[in-house]
Nanobody, 125 residues
């Protein structure tokens, strides 16, 4: 199973981007999938996650109301719709999957065991 993230780019503050994460390989049924980001010199941080079976979503406080995580009906693509982007959203964005994340740990990168390559998002002021 491979995860591939794409859709990043350069956008002005207030603009929007939609990131996609496609899943390829054998039948895929994780417990959860999520998006994380890492700015230069900073630790990787949680952005959003979704429980794959029930679809329940979780967000970092810094992005609530501006970012939406979703998936397609075939459950082969994870999306991150980002609106009203701010310069502080600039980072390398990663998608990840987890086979065993429990709800209390869904925001922790250690809960995720498979990662895609990052896609760069740059927001200019």
């Amino acid at each position: 199973v491979q995860l591939q993230a794409f859709g990043g780019g350069l956008v002005q503050a207030g603009g929007s981007l939609r990131l996609s994460c496609t899943v390829s390989g054998r039948t895929f049924s994780p417990n959860a999938m999520g998006w994380f980001r890492q700015a230069p010199g900073e630790a990787r941080e949680f952005v959003a996650a979704m429980k794959w079976r029930g679809g329940h979503t979780y967000y970092a406080d810094s992005v609530k109301g501006r970012i939406t995580i979703s998936r397609d009906d075939a459950k082969t693509t994870l999306y991150l719709q980002m609106d009203n982007l701010k310069p502080e959203d600039t980072a390398l964005y990663y998608c990840a999957s987890s086979n065993g994340a429990i709800t209390s740990a869904i925001r922790l990168s250690q809960s995720y065991d498979r990662w895609g390559q990052g896609t760069q998002v740059t927001v200019s002021s």
